[in-house]
Each structure stands twice: as structure tokens, then as C-alpha cells.
């Protein structure tokens, strides 16, 4: 991208999430809607600690230098989350130089698991032990701030089993948004797509039509994820769809290379292509903008 922040801007309630962008990277205007006061948050992903191959040979110093810059935001952010794959193989002391760099944030920090956060039998275990929440046993959960309700899921658990909620937390969520009214806008966290954004290479979640069902009759849905370490957005009906960079290395775009996997990219080009993404929220309108490192 030839400028450092890409910018869309995005209608919290109404006829699904509208969002406009000018040709020259000015925002356009677009309606009003419910009311919701003044807040923003951000989203980073896929930090990968412990991983050491040619794509990132330092995934601890570009963690530390997202956080920094999240720390040196002219406004703090109400919370940070991290949607997943916090660490590369799940083991006890990446979790702990996680929390280190990660406790060195400013605002409060939200986390909720990738598949690299849960391999083994020990590895969900390590991660509840390092960040798990104690009101929320299984990992998923959910809150209300700002008029806006949030809702965090887990669909991995454990590395070969990813891409799936299944039916406990699939009734949890029934439950979960059965009280709320259809104009209440919903953020909705994950780490691997709801969607099938690429199955080929199980960028899905398999049973995610499900849950995406019961979200249908909300006016305004916004579902963040990671995993794919890439930026990419979806609108289906009401709900859009955004990915996120990583903070340790790229992955390619969706068929144009065998599999999945780390992109080595040349150096002075790396920091373009990780980063960080803050969403503002002011009255009804809310502003998604990616930020890279460079």
C-alpha cells in the first residue's frame, strides 16, 4: 500500500455496515443512525512468539514495536485484542515473553487463542494459564461496552482441529444473543474466518454458517479475525468481514502459491506488510483503519 494507513469507514447500524472511501483516500460522509458514544479499540493478531525462520527472524521486536506504537497513540484505545496464534508452539515460555512484551501495553488487553496457541495437551492449558480469563472457562465470552455488543469465539482447539465452534458454543451464542435487540450493533471476534473465505486451504470455519445464521437478523455486524495474516474484507447482507495483518510475517494471498504458510518478503519491505488495526467508534459511524509498521 503506497500510504502507511488504509482507511474505511463503516455505518454501525442501518442497512448493514456501509462503508465509503474517496479516491483519494478521503472519507465520504454517510447516514446516521443509532447512538453510540465515542470509543475506539484495537485489534492485532498472529504474533507468533517462538517462531525463527527467514519470513521474521525477530517476531519478538515486531510485537514490541506494534505495542509501542499502540502505547504512543495520541488517544488510548478502551482495549487491545489479540486475535490468536499469540504464540508458535504453544509452549510455556513463549506464552511468558508474550506476556511480557504484551504487558507492557497501555490499555487493557483481551486475547482469545489460534491453533498455534493450542497445540498438544499441554497447550490450551498453557494458554489459560497465561491468559486466560477465570469468567470464561471455555474461552469464549462476551460483553457489552458503548451500546455495542461483543462477542469473542473460539474456533480452534487444538492444531489439527481448527475452523469449528461446535455445538456448545453454538448453543452458548444462541443463548448469548437471544436478549439483545436487532438494532444493537454486534463485534464479533475470532480468529480463523466465520466465512469461507478460502477453504482450499481451510480458511474457514466450518460449522461458522451457523453462527452467522443467528446473526443475520442484527441490522449491523462486524466480524474481526486473523489467522490469514493478510487484509481482507467481505459483505454478506448485513455483516462485514475484516482480516488482519500479523504482527510476525505475511502469508500469500488466497491460490497464488501451493499452501499456506510464512512469506518471505525482502527485508526493507517487511514492516509494510505487519501491523495493527485501531476501529473508532463516534455516534453511529465507525472508522476501521490498518496501520503498518513502516
Do not use: C
Not at 510455556?92 to 497445540?119: C, M
Not at 481482507?232 to 475484516?242: E, P
Not at 504482527?247 to 502459491?257: D, I
Amino acid at each position: 500500500m503506497k500510504r502507511q494507513d488504509f482507511l474505511e469507514h463503516v455505518g454501525w447500524t442501518g442497512a448493514g455496515l456501509a462503508f465509503t472511501i474517496g479516491s483519494m483516500g478521503i472519507i465520504e460522509p454517510i447516514a446516521a443512525g443509532a447512538q453510540t458514544t465515542g470509543f475506539s479499540f484495537v485489534q492485532i493478531s498472529d504474533s507468533h512468539i517462538g517462531f525463527h525462520q527467514p519470513a521474521n527472524d525477530d517476531v519478538a521486536g515486531t510485537l514490541a514495536k506494534t505495542v509501542a506504537a499502540i502505547n504512543a497513540l495520541p488517544n488510548q484505545p478502551a482495549f487491545v485484542v489479540h486475535t490468536g496464534d499469540i504464540t508458535h508452539l504453544s509452549k510455556v515460555d513463549q506464552f511468558d515473553s508474550a506476556k511480557q512484551i504484551l504487558g507492557t501495553l497501555r490499555a487493557p488487553l483481551l486475547t482469545l487463542p489460534g491453533e498455534h496457541d493450542v497445540i498438544g495437551a499441554e497447550g490450551m492449558k498453557n494458554y489459560f494459564a497465561a491468559f486466560g480469563k477465570k469468567d470464561a472457562k471455555d474461552g469464549w465470552y462476551s460483553w457489552d461496552q458503548n451500546g455495542i455488543h461483543f462477542i469473542a469465539l473460539v474456533n480452534v482447539f487444538d492444531f489439527e482441529t481448527m475452523g469449528l465452534l461446535g455445538q456448545k458454543q453454538l448453543d452458548w451464542l444462541a443463548k448469548d444473543v437471544a436478549g439483545q435487540k436487532s438494532d444493537t450493533p454486534m463485534v464479533v471476534l475470532g480468529h480463523v474466518p466465520l466465512y469461507a473465505l478460502y477453504p482450499q486451504w481451510g480458511w474457514t470455519t466450518d460449522d461458522g454458517f451457523k453462527a452467522l445464521a443467528m446473526l443475520k437478523r442484527f441490522s449491523s455486524v462486524t466480524v474481526l479475525n486473523g489467522h490469514i495474516h493478510q487484509i481482507i474484507t467481505h459483505t454478506d447482507g448485513n455483516i462485514r468481514f475484516f482480516t488482519a495483518a500479523a504482527t510476525a510475517y505475511p502469508q500469500p494471498a488466497p491460490g497464488t502459491a501451493e499452501k499456506p504458510g510464512p512469506l518471505t518478503v525482502p527485508k526493507d519491505h517487511l514492516l509494510s506488510v505487519l501491523g495493527y488495526r485501531t476501529v473508532r467508534v463516534d455516534g453511529a459511524n465507525g472508522t476501521v483503519a490498518d496501520h503498518n509498521l513502516a
